[in-house]
């Protein structure tokens, strides 16, 4: 198997010695998946990143041949159960449908959606927003069912827990600024005091893709949190593709505007859920070694909006 030497670096530098025994068993796991699903024409992704991830062919497909399924495989972790758990709760209103699974195995097989189109590749920014608050009100809407959190889903209050890390490991606030950094503290009591809902958890332009069915979500994370939450990480996004800083500022507005005119959220806890999300964001990075600059812009011009 002729896998990317990125992707291999990756999973063995982020999973350690888990990672490299999955990258040495991998050969078998696709083929196991393959036999056990009657999967032909593995083809790898060009986006590889935390996951295997193919295209393959299944049943009469085969005979075009179309690749027809997504064949996705992981590391074992709490995150890849609670992305299969979250996807048998959609059954695919508003997802992309889980096809199989095996959770002690770490197999997913999925629908692939076609033609695919990542809401990133839209160039109108009020477009794809309104998109997205079509999409989140889509797999915010079933009720009861995802207000339940199972021993299977990730709260997102211990994913907040990591702005208690700040100050002990910087002894201070570090690169955060101060006035931030407080802001975040005091506002978070009052943003998890709502109703919780199943997230998707990394709700962003590059997770949203047109399909046969509409605009779907894909890789859910399954947290259960606020709704409130899934502004966060859209507000951030698309990463990489903003020009300057004054453009990102007016973008933002905009956002805030439609978001607030869709949801009926107030504007405030809109920009404060960016915001902490932002800072949150910036955190895993610098645990990690890694400089975020752009959460840490996004922060500042979240902080500085009314």
């Known amino acids: 198997m002729n896998l990317p030497k990125e992707f291999i ?17 991998l ?23 935390f996951n295997f991830v193919a295209y393959a062919c299944r049943g009469e497909a085969c005979l075009t041949p179309t690749q027809n399924v997504i064949l996705k495989i992981g590391v074992l972790r709490e995150e890849l159960i609670s992305e299969i758990n979250a996807l048998k709760l959609y059954g695919g209103d508003g997802a992309c449908k889980l096809l199989e699974s095996d959770e ?61 890390k700040i100050r002990p490991h910087y002894g201070g606030t570090g690169p955060f600024p101060k006035e931030i950094l407080e802001r975040v503290e005091s506002v978070l009591p009052e943003l998890f005091n709502a109703e919780n809902v199943l997230l998707h958890g990394d709700f962003h332009h590059f997770n949203i893709l047109s399909s046969e069915r509409g605009w779907l979500i894909i890789d859910p994370k399954g947290v259960i949190g606020p709704a409130g939450y899934e502004i966060g990480p859209l507000m951030l996004n698309p990463w990489g593709m903003f020009q300057d800083e004054k453009q990102f500022e007016i973008q933002t507005k905009r956002r805030v505007d439609i978001i607030k005119e869709r949801t009926g959220w107030e504007r405030e806890s809109i920009i404060n859920w960016a915001l902490s999300h932002a800072v949150l964001s910036a955190w895993w990075n610098f645990e990690s070694s890694i400089e975020d600059e752009h959460s840490l812009m996004c922060a500042k011009i979240f902080s500085e909006l009314k």
Request: charged letters at 35%.
């Open 104 to 164: 002690e195995r770490g197999f997913l097989l999925l629908e692939r959606l076609t033609p695919g189109k990542m809401l990133s590749e839209l160039k109108d920014d009020d477009k794809r927003t309104q998109i997205a608050m079509d999409v989140m009100a889509n797999i915010h809407s079933r009720g009861t069912i995802y207000r339940a959190p199972t021993k299977k889903s990730i709260k997102l209050s211990d994913w907040f827990d990591g702005i208690k």
């Open 27 to 49: 050969p078998k796991l696709v083929e196991d998946a393959s036999s056990r699903w009657d999967l032909k024409d593995i083809k790898l992704v060009s986006n590889l990143s």
């Open 9 to 25: 670096q990756t999973i063995e530098s982020v999973f350690d010695e888990d990672g490299k025994q999955f990258i040495k068993d």
